[in-house]
């Protein structure tokens, strides 16, 4: 039987980069709340995951010519599509960053990592002991 460590990890590898690039845009809002004219920028992690989870689960088609149109999906290696906020109070200098909205939005996506990364510790725990015992 072989052993496909896609399937055993399944969605967690791709969850933690997406994380990770949240927690950048998060942080450089946090770090631009003072600049003039600076949008905050943020991306909507649950549908860009689902887009990731739903890649292949459909039939896949065959391109027989190079020139071939791709068909739309989310490649789970590229950047997701960046959203700005629309602020509740807009400030005066174009600044649309919210820093209480912020430090929590960093906070939650901070304890979202944390728990990917234990649970993909665990599976990867679960796996040493299933190879040591053979």
Known sequence: MSLSLNKAFGILPASIRLQDRRAEFLASNIANADTPNYKSRDFDFRGTLSAIAGVGKGLELVKTQ???????G?????????LY????????DGNTVDPQLERAAFAENAMRYQSTLEFLNRRVSGLRAALRKE
């Not at 989310?74 to 960046?82: H, K, L, V």
């Open 66 to 72: 190079s020139n071939h149109l791709q068909l739309p």
């Open 74 to 82: 989310f490649d789970p290696n590229s950047n997701p599509e960046t």
């Open 85 to 92: 906020r629309i602020p509740a109070q807009p400030a005066l």
